[in-house]
């Protein structure tokens, strides 16, 4: 169960950078703090706080921060998919070794 609540995590993390990228685009503070992006990004920040205070309760700390670099492969997935954004060869090295370093200190 908390192994899926990281996954949702760090899912969310993911989606909510997209949020806050949409949101940067603004040429004034005015058009900034009426976009809808800021405040969706915001709270998809905070849900996915309230849910790593949730998984820390129950899981040793030194087993969840690693399981978190799991946001990188969410993030480029997501940034492909909707911002149209190149993944190289390095960025999928980059993000595998990440990985397999997480997974390396959790197992």
């Not at 909510?16 to 990228?21: D, E, H, I, T, V």
């Not at 915001?42 to 921060?65: C, E, P, Q």
């Not at 990188?72 to 595998?96: A, D, P, Q």
Request: glycine share 6%.
């Amino acid at each position: 169960m908390m192994y899926l609540l990281i996954l949702v995590m760090t899912i969310m993390g993911s989606i909510a950078s997209l949020f806050l990228k949409k949101a940067s685009g603004f040429k004034n503070i005015k058009e900034l703090l009426f976009n809808y992006n800021l405040y969706l990004g915001g709270f998809l920040y905070l849900a996915a706080a309230i849910l790593n205070i949730v998984v820390l309760r129950k899981m040793d700390y030194s087993v969840v921060l690693p399981l978190t670099s799991f946001t990188y492969v969410w993030t480029m997935v997501i940034s492909y998919l909707c911002l149209k954004e190149h993944i190289s060869i390095k960025k999928i090295i980059g993000v595998v070794c990440i990985v397999l370093g997480a997974l390396v200190i959790v197992l």
